[in-house]
């Protein structure tokens, strides 16, 4: 017997029922469901049952069932709250203003990354003497400027594309890094 091979659970579903309009349904359904889809993924990855987060969040495991079986314009906030809190996953809540410029935005996330290393800062300060979490944390820094670099890299790579379409590779001029830099 040859095993069909299906790209989404709702394909599979929908061969099952032999009827190709359950697909699109399904797959509208998960569409408003993509901070429930992170919820409940997150909770599978800590290897945690539903019945374990009721218990850590001193509910019933119904409400567990519920919440991850609704969408997510359903979710009430303080839910959201308890269910991360449960699984012992911080939670940040990022307000984008839309009308501000492109790089405004990026600016704000950079001050936001620039925070949360300078929290790494104060760790390898306050295990000073523990060379194993300081060479970690040093190799994360290294990560992190290789990760921003090489996607910087991509970016810019595509934006002198758009810019500069009719030049060729060795006519582009490089754009020199304090044009880049906006106080």
Known sequence: MDKQQFSSAAEAFASIVGDDTVKDAIQEEVCKTPLIDTLVRMRMQKGISQKRLAELMQCTPSKISRLESSTDDTLKLSD??????????????????????????????VFSIHEKLESLVKIAKEVDGDTEIVSK???????????????????????????????????????????????
């Open 80 to 109: 959201i709250k308890e269910y991360v809190r449960a699984l012992n996953i911080g939670m940040s809540i990022v307000f984008e203003n839309n009308d501000l410029p492109a790089a405004d935005q990026i600016r704000q996330h």
């Open 137 to 183: 944390i040093n190799q994360f820094y290294g990560e992190v400027l290789f990760n921003f670099l090489s996607k910087f890299e991509s970016s810019h790579s595509k934006l002198r594309m758009v810019v500069e379409p009719e030049k060729g590779d060795a006519e582009r001029m490089p754009v020199e890094i304090e044009n880049l830099i906006i106080s």
